[in-house]
């Protein structure tokens, strides 16, 4: 499977909210379940900030949240702040013969 | 907490195989519950998943990579490997290790990822 469709840029002011799309995530095979988003400082590892569409781990902001509206996937950084500046990648987890699919990522600029 | 730390030649001839190892610490690779997976990233670009190995020692690739990687499992020292065959410059990225979480299909936590450049 393709890689899932993200804008490849989004931007905000200090404060405001942004949402970022995943697009093309399979029906099939539990992907609508099992979305989860990554967020990623330059020079560093991934991190998981949402799991299972719209579940937060312990010690991730409440400022992040996730959805999906049909064959789409979004998070939402509410009160964005200086360092939620990064990149985001969604992946979704199908029981096919690509188990697991990236997005292309989304480069968040705080303005 | 558990951590995980890839380790390898950072400098890979073309047509020569790149070996990497992850170590982990704080946790066992021979928890039932998780998986091990390995991620990599080109400079400048996205994520791809390579495949991931379970304790018992059945792996899943990813279907472009198939036919040049293997993924194998150590669990008296801890560890997980990877080995890409037939490397060419394209296979220049960070490789990443990580755990993969069975029940939320997560990959949490990662390896700090290593350069593996493929160069003569």
């Known amino acids: 499977q393709s890689a899932l469709t993200q804008p490849a840029s989004v931007s905000g002011s200090p404060g405001q909210s942004i949402t970022i799309s995943c697009t093309g995530i399979?029906?099939?095979?539990?992907?609508?379940?099992?979305v989860s988003w990554y967020q990623q400082h330059p020079g560093k590892a991934p991190k998981l900030m949402i799991y299972e569409v719209n579940n937060r781990p312990s010690g991730v902001s409440n400022r992040f949240s996730g959805s999906k509206s049909g064959s789409a996937a979004s998070l939402t950084i509410s009160g964005l702040q200086a360092e939620d500046e990064a990149d985001y990648y969604c992946v979704s987890y199908t029981s096919s013969s690509t188990p697991y699919v990236f997005g292309t990522g989304t480069t968040v600029t705080v303005l | 907490q558990v951590q995980l730390e890839e380790s390898g030649p950072g400098l890979v001839k073309p047509s020569e195989t790149l070996s990497l190892t992850c170590t982990v610490s704080?946790?066992?690779?021979?928890?039932?519950?998780?998986?091990w997976s390995w991620i990599r990233q080109p400079p400048g670009k996205g994520l791809e998943w390579i495949g991931y190995i379970y304790y018992l020692g059945s792996t899943n690739y990813n279907p472009s990579l198939k036919s040049r990687v293997t993924i194998s499992i150590d669990t008296s020292k801890n560890q997980f490997s990877l080995k890409l065959s037939s490397v060419t410059a394209a296979d220049t990225a960070v490789y990443y290790c990580a755990r993969v979480l069975g029940a939320q299909r997560v990959f949490d936590p990662w390896g700090q990822g290593t350069l593996v450049t493929v160069s003569s």
């Open positions: 399979r029906s099939d095979g539990g992907g609508y379940k099992y």
């Open positions: 704080g946790g066992s690779v021979s928890s039932g519950s998780h998986y």
